[in-house]
C-alpha cells in the first residue's frame, strides 16, 4: 500500500533522480580538460589568501537561537489553531496565553538588543579609581 | 484521479502495488515536465524581457523570432559547459547540494492542488508539510556554500541561511492565521473552501458568513502584504538579494557552480518562486477557484473544469511570478540591518497581532 506520505517520498525520489540523470547525461558531452590555473578557488582573478573556513559573526547565532524558539512556538500552534473553535473561547485563551507569554519574551529580547543587527552598545563596566 | 488510474492499472496487470507505483511516478512527474520545465523556460526569457522592457533596451532578440528560443540556447551551452569542481572544495557536499536544494523546492510540490482532480499528496498535513521540508533548501545552500571553500559562497550561504529562516517565521504566522479560519491544513480543502465568486476568497474575508467577512477583509490584507513579503525574501528575490548580491558577492552561494549543477540551482530558484506563488494564490486568492463560475458548468460538459481549474490556477501563480519581477527593477537592495529590522522589528510584531485579531474574529 502506497500511504500519503509515500506518495510524497515519489515525489522526493522523483526529484532526486531528476536531478542525477541531468547532471550525469550532461557528463556525456562535456570537455574535460582542468588545468591547475582552471581548478583554483574563485577570488576575481587574484590568488585566494587564507582561508573561507573562518569563525563566522556571532549575530548569526543570536538569530538562528531566536528563530528556534519562534519555530518551536509555531509547532506548538498549529494544532491549537486546528481544533480552538471548538472549545470556545476557553480554547483561545489558553493559546493566547501562549502568544503572549512569547510576545513578552521577544519584548525582553527587543529591550536587551538582541535584534537590532549592529552589535549592542556594552557599556564598559566603572572602575572607581582610589586616590590616595 | 489517481483512484481512476490505479483501478484501470490494476484490471489490467492485476497487483496492486505495480499499479499504485507506476500511477504514482506519472503523477509525480507530471508537474515536472508539465508545469515546472516549460514555466521555467518560459520565466527566465520573461525576466530579461520584463527587465529590457522596465529599462527601455529590446533584450535578447537573435535567437529564435525576437528571441523565443534564448533559454532553450541557454540550456544547450550549459550542457556543454565543463563541470569545474575547484580543488579544495568538499567533493561529497559539493555534489550533494544541488540534490538537496532541488529535492527541497520539488518536494512543496506534492502539496500544491493544481486543479481540484490533480493534487500529489491528498495528506492532511498539507501546508505544514510545504513549510517543513521546504527547510532542506536552507541545509542545501548551506552545505553548498561551505563546501565551495570560496569566501564569496560561505558569506552569501551565511547571509542567505539567515535570511531564510528569519522570514520563515512571518510566513508561519501569517499560514496559521488563516488555518484559524479555516480550521483545515489542506491546500485542496482550503481551495475549496473559496469556491463560487471571487468574493469568497480569502482576501476579501473568505467563507465568514455577513458582518464578519467584512470586518476580517483588512485585516486580510495586512496578512497578504506581510506574506508576500516574507515569501519574497524566502526566495532571494529582490530587494531581499543581498545573499546573491551579484555587484558585491559575485552570486552567492553558488560561485563555484558550474554547468548542469549551476543549472540545476538556477531551475530550483525559479521552481521555488512558482511555488511560493501558487502558495500565496492558494491561500488568499481562490486557489484553483475560477473568479466568476466556469464555462463546463454554463456549457453542462463537467470535464472541461479540471482544465478550467488549471487554468486559473496558473494564471494566478504566474501573476505573482510577474510581480516578483516587477518589484525587482523597481525597488533598490535593502542592507543587512535593515532586512533583519523588517523582519524582527515590523513583520513578526505586526503578523502576531494579525493573529490574535484574526483568532477573535473567526471565534465569533
Known amino acids: 500500500m502506497l500511504t500519503e506520505f509515500g506518495k510524497i517520498f515519489v515525489f522526493i525520489v522523483l526529484s532526486l533522480v531528476f536531478v542525477v540523470i541531468s547532471v550525469f547525461a550532461a557528463k556525456l558531452i562535456r570537455p574535460k580538460r582542468p588545468t591547475t590555473e582552471k581548478l583554483k578557488v574563485y577570488e576575481c582573478g587574484e590568488n585566494a589568501e587564507g582561508t573561507p573556513w573562518i569563525k563566522f559573526n556571532i549575530r548569526f547565532f543570536v538569530i538562528a537561537l531566536i528563530f528556534l524558539i519562534f519555530d518551536v512556538e509555531v509547532v506548538l500552534l498549529f494544532p491549537w489553531a486546528l481544533v480552538y473553535k471548538s472549545y470556545g473561547i476557553f480554547g483561545f485563551l489558553v493559546g493566547a496565553i501562549f502568544l503572549i507569554l512569547l510576545g513578552i519574551g521577544m519584548a525582553y529580547e527587543w529591550k536587551k538588543g538582541d535584534l537590532n543587527w549592529d552589535r549592542p552598545k556594552i557599556s564598559p563596566p566603572v572602575i572607581k579609581k582610589e586616590n590616595n | ?364
Open chain 2, 1 to 364: 484521479m489517481y483512484e481512476y488510474l490505479v483501478n484501470i492499472l490494476f484490471s489490467v496487470t492485476g497487483n496492486q502495488f505495480l499499479a499504485q507505483a507506476s500511477v504514482m511516478i506519472l503523477i509525480a512527474a507530471l508537474p515536472l515536465f508539465v508545469v515546472i520545465l516549460p514555466y521555467a523556460l518560459a520565466a527566465v526569457l520573461a525576466e530579461r524581457k520584463v527587465s529590457a522592457f522596465m529599462q527601455d533596451r529590446i533584450g535578447p532578440n537573435r535567437t529564435g523570432y525576437r528571441g523565443l528560443f534564448q533559454t532553450l540556447a541557454d540550456i544547450l551551452k550549459l550542457i556543454q559547459k565543463e563541470d569545474i569542481i575547484n580543488s579544495e572544495a568538499d567533493k561529497k557536499l559539493f555534489n550533494i547540494s544541488p540534490l538537496l536544494v532541488f529535492a527541497g523546492s520539488y518536494a512543496a510540490f506534492a502539496a500544491i492542488p493544481f486543479s481540484g482532480m490533480f493534487i500529489g499528496t491528498n495528506a492532511e498535513v498539507g501546508i505544514f508539510f510545504i513549510l517543513a521540508i521546504s527547510s532542506l533548501v536552507v541545509a542545501g545552500i548551506l552545505m553548498g556554500g561551505w563546501a565551495s571553500n570560496n569566501k564569496y559562497s560561505l558569506l552569501g550561504a551565511m547571509r542567505s541561511a539567515a535570511q531564510i529562516i528569519s522570514y520563515e517565521i512571518p510566513t508561519a504566522l501569517v499560514i496559521l492565521s488563516i488555518v484559524m479560519l479555516t480550521g483545515t491544513l489542506s491546500l485542496n480543502t482550503i481551495s475549496e473552501l473559496q469556491t463560487a465568486y471571487f468574493w469568497n476568497w480569502n482576501i476579501f474575508g473568505g467563507a465568514a458568513e455577513g458582518f464578519k467577512q467584512f470586518i476580517l477583509i483588512p485585516f486580510m490584507i495586512a496578512g497578504f502584504i506581510i506574506l508576500y513579503i516574507s515569501t519574497l525574501a524566502e526566495v532571494n528575490r529582490v530587494p531581499f538579494d543581498i545573499p546573491e548580491a551579484e555587484s558585491e558577492l559575485v552570486s552567492g552561494f553558488h560561485t563555484e557552480y558550474s554547468g548542469m549543477k549551476f543549472a540545476m540551482f538556477f531551475l530550483a530558484e525559479y521552481a521555488n518562486m512558482f511555488a511560493v506563488s501558487a502558495i500565496i494564490a492558494t491561500v488568499f486568492f481562490g486557489g484553483y477557484q475560477s473568479p466568476f463560475g466556469y464555462l463546463g458548468n454554463t456549457l453542462n460538459f463537467p470535464l472541461l473544469i479540471p482544465f478550467e481549474q488549471f487554468f486559473w490556477f496558473m494564471i494566478k501563480g504566474l501573476f505573482f511570478v510577474f510581480v516578483q519581477m516587477w518589484l525587482r527593477w523597481t525597488l533598490p537592495r535593502l542592507r543587512v540591518d535593515q532586512l533583519m529590522t523588517v523582519c524582527w522589528k515590523y513583520l513578526i510584531p505586526y503578523a502576531f497581532i494579525n493573529l490574535i485579531i484574526i483568532g477573535i474574529i473567526s471565534l465569533l
